[in-house]
C-alpha cells in the first residue's frame, strides 16, 4: 500500500503533511483538493512529517486535505516525440493548448500515443545487451532516434523477441529481453527520474574539440567544447538572451533543448512565436524540428522552475545516449536558484551567502557535471554541450549564483552594461571572459589541425592587443590626445579595430550573424597582419581618421557574402590605406 498522509501546515508553496507510512527524499505526490489533484515533491523528511513543494498555486488548499504518495520521482517520459515539442517543467506539452496555460491540476501526456513511428530493428534475436543499447531506429524528422534498452535495466539481457521493421506506436512493444529475472518487455518509450544523471556509457573522457557557433567573440576568443560547459552572466538588457538564441541557431549540434526560465512572462510567449519561425541554416528546414522547448509559464510557481532544468538535462542525456551532440541552453538560471533560495527560506534552513541554501555551490556544480561528451558503451561518441545565462542583480558578478557558477562551467562569457550601452554587441567583456578549454593540450592540438597551426597562439596575441589597446585609452584619457606619443593613438585604435571588426557581430543581419570558422580565421589574419605594422600618420587626427576609414571598410566586408566581389572590393580599398600609411 502506497503512503498517504494529511496536510498539517502551509506556507505558501511548502506544504507539511503527516504520513502514514515511509516517504523518500524526491519523491512525488499528490495533493486531493477540491476537486483536483495537485502534483508535490517530497523535499525534506522528518520523521513522520514530509516537507513538499507543491508546483501548482495552493490557492484553496486547506489543513486535512489527503495527500498520495506515488513511491516515485520526478520522472520524464522519453521516446520518439520529443523533438519540436514544447514542454513546461513537468512536461506537459504546451503545444496540445490554446495559449500557454494549463488548468490547474491538469497534466497532460508527453507523447503522443496514437502516431506511429516506422522502426527498424538493428540487433539480432539472441544478441546481449544491457542498459542504453540500441535496439532499433526510428526517424524523428530527419535525425535517427535510436531506441535502446530501458536505462533502468540492471545486467545483462538476450533479445528473446524483436519487433520486424515497420509502424509502432511508441506504447507498443517492440523487443522481449531474458534476464535474470526472466522476460521483460521493452516499448520506444521510457521513464527516468530527472534528478538522477544517465550514466550508461563506457567512460566520460575530456573534451577534445569545439563546437562551433559561428559566434566570433566565442569561436575566435574563447571557444567552448563540445561537451563543454559555459556561462554568459549579465546584467538586465545587455543580450543574454539574444546571444543564446544566436548560439542555438549557429551552433554544430544535432540536438538542441531550450531551458526558458523567463525573467518575463512576454518572453516565454516569444520564444513559442519566434522559435518555430527559424530557419536552420545548416540544412534550411525549420529549427524547431530538432529542438525541444522546456519553458515555466508565468502562471506556474517557483518549485516548477526547479524541475525544468532538471527535465531539459534528462532529455539531453538521452539524446546523447544515441551518439548525437546535444546543446542545452538555460535562459536564466539564476531564476532557478531563486527558487531554491524560496523554497529554503520558507523551510526555514540556515541561509548561506545572499540567502541563498548553503549547497548551491554544489547543486550548480553537480548539476553542469551532467553535460560533457561521453564514449557510448558501443566506442560511439555522443556529447551535451551546456551554456547557461545567469542574470546578477544590479550586474554584480560577486553574488553567489555567479560565483558558484564560475566555479563550475569552464567558459566564461561576460556581458558588460558598458558595452551594451554603446551598442557594442554582443556586449561580452573581452578582457574578463575566458574559455578554460584553451589550456587543454587536446583542444590545442585540434585546433592546430583544423584551423591553423599555432592558432592558440594567435588568439592570444589578440587578446594582448586588446589589453595594450585598453591601457593606452586609459593613458589618453588622463594624459590628454597631446599628452602621449602617437604610438599611444595606434595602440588604441588598433584595438578597435579587433573590437569592431571581432568581437562586435549583428546578430540581425542575415550574413554577419553566421561567421563560419573558416570565415573568422580570414578575418582575423588580415585585422592581425594590419595590428603587426607600424603606421605614419601626421598627428592623432587623422590616424584616428584613417582607422576609421579602415574599420568602416572592415565592416562592409562582414555584411558581406564571404569573397564576393563586393568583399572583394572593400578588401582592396583597406589594403590600399595600409600601403600608404604603413611603414
Ligand atoms: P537580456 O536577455 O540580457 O535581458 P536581450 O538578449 O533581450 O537581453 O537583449 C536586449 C537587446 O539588445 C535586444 O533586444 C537587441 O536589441 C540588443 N542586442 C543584443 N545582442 C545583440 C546583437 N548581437 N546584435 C544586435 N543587437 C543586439
Ligand atoms: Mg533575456
Redesign the pocket.
Known amino acids: 500500500m502506497a503512503t498517504s498522509g494529511i496536510i498539517t501546515g502551509i506556507v505558501s508553496n511548502l506544504v507539511t503533511v503527516s504520513c502514514d507510512g515511509p516517504v523518500s527524499q524526491n519523491e512525488i505526490c499528490y495533493i486531493s483538493t477540491q476537486g483536483t489533484k495537485l502534483m508535490a515533491e517530497v523535499i525534506k523528511v522528518n520523521g513522520r512529517y514530509a516537507s513538499i513543494q507543491v508546483f501548482e498555486s495552493t490557492r484553496g488548499v486547506k489543513n486535512g486535505d489527503r495527500v498520495e504518495f506515488t513511491d516515485k520521482m520526478l520522472e520524464v517520459t522519453l521516446g520518439p516525440g520529443l523533438l519540436s515539442s514544447c514542454y513546461d517543467g513537468l512536461q506537459n506539452d504546451l503545444t496540445t493548448m490554446t495559449g500557454v496555460f494549463l488548468k490547474r491540476g491538469e497534466y497532460t501526456p508527453a507523447l503522443d500515443s496514437e502516431k506511429k513511428w516506422a522502426f527498424t530493428p538493428e540487433a539480432s534475436v539472441g544478441d546481449t545487451v544491457e542498459a542504453a543499447d540500441w535496439l532499433g531506429e526510428v526517424k524523428e524528422g530527419w535525425l535517427p532516434h535510436k531506441i535502446m534498452v530501458p536505462f533502468s535495466f540492471k545486467g545483462e539481457y538476450t533479445i528473446k523477441w524483436l519487433a520486424p521493421a515497420g509502424e509502432y506506436t511508441v506504447n507498443d512493444k517492440i523487443a522481449t529481453l531474458t534476464g535474470e529475472e526472466g522476460d521483460v518487455d521493452v516499448t520506444m518509450c521510457q521513464k527516468w527520474p530527472v534528478k538522477v544523471a544517465i550514466k550508461c556509457y563506457k567512460e566520460k573522457p575530456r573534451p577534445e574539440r569545439i563546437m562551433e557557433t559561428g559566434v566570433r567573440v566565442i569561436d575566435t576568443l574563447n571557444p567552448i567544447a563540445e561537451g563543454g560547459t559555459g556561462f554568459i552572466p549579465?546584467p538586465?538588457?545587455?543580450?543574454?538572451?539574444?546571444?543564446q538564441h544566436?548560439i542555438a541557431k549557429q551552433g554544430d549540434a544535432d540536438v538542441i533543448v531550450m531551458a526558458a526560465c523567463g525573467?518575463r512572462a512576454n518572453e516565454v510567449v516569444e520564444i513559442f512565436t519566434e522559435f518555430p519561425e527559424l530557419i536552420d541554416p545548416h540544412t534550411g528546414r525549420h529549427l524547431m524540428e530538432r529542438t525541444t522547448i522546456i519553458c515555466n509559464t508565468s502562471n506556474m510557481p517557483v518549485a516548477a522552475r526547479e524541475a525544468s532544468v532538471y527535465t531539459a538535462m534528462t532529455i539531453c542525456e538521452y539524446y546523447r545516449a544515441m551518439g548525437l551532440k546535444v546543446l542545452l541552453l538555460a535562459d536564466s538560471t539564476s531564476r532557478w536558484a531563486q527558487a531554491l533560495r524560496e523554497m529554503s527560506n520558507r523551510m526555514e534552513e540556515l541561509p548561506g551567502a545572499d540567502a541563498f541554501p548553503v549547497d548551491l555551490s554544489a547543486i550548480i556544480s553537480n548539476f553542469y557535471a551532467r553535460a560533457g561528451m561521453v564514449v557510448l558503451n558501443n566506442g560511439k561518441r555522443g556529447s551535451v554541450t551546456f551554456i547557461g545565462t545567469v542574470?546578477p542583480a544590479g550586474g554584480n558578478l560577486k553574488e553567489p549564483v555567479t560565483e558558484s557558477t564560475k566555479k563550475a562551467a569552464r567558459c566564461f562569457y561576460a556581458?558588460e552594461q558598458n558595452r551594451?550601452d554603446k551598442k557594442r554587441?554582443?556586449s561580452v567583456n573581452p578582457i574578463d571572459s575566458y574559455s578554460k578549454y584553451l589550456e587543454y593540450p587536446e583542444i590545442a592540438d585540434y585546433l592546430d589541425k583544423t584551423v591553423e597551426h599555432g592558432w592558440v597562439e594567435k588568439v592570444n596575441r589578440t587578446k594582448n592587443i586588446i589589453r595594450k589597446g585598453k591601457d593606452a585609452a586609459d593613458q589618453i584619457n588622463i594624459l590628454g590626445d597631446d599628452g602621449v606619443p602617437m604610438s599611444y593613438h595606434e595602440m588604441f585604435w588598433k584595438s578597435e579595430l579587433v573590437d569592431f571588426v571581432i568581437l562586435q557581430?549583428?546578430?540581425?543581419d542575415a550574413i554577419d550573424a553566421l561567421c563560419p570558422l573558416e570565415r573568422q580565421r580570414y578575418m582575423l589574419d588580415m585585422v592581425l597582419d594590419i595590428c603587426a605594422k607600424e603606421f605614419e600618420f601626421e598627428d592623432f587626427e587623422e590616424c584616428a581618421a584613417k582607422f576609421k576609414e579602415m574599420i568602416n571598410f572592415f565592416r562592409q566586408m562582414n555584411y558581406s557574402e564571404f569573397k564576393s566581389a563586393q568583399f572583394e572590393i572593400y578588401k582592396a580599398e583597406i589594403e590600399k590605406l595600409v600601403e600608404q600609411y604603413g611603414k
Do not use: I, R
Open positions: 549579465g538586465f538588457g545587455c543580450g543574454k538572451t539574444v546571444l544566436a525573467e542574470s556581458l551594451a554587441y554582443p557581430q549583428d546578430a540581425f
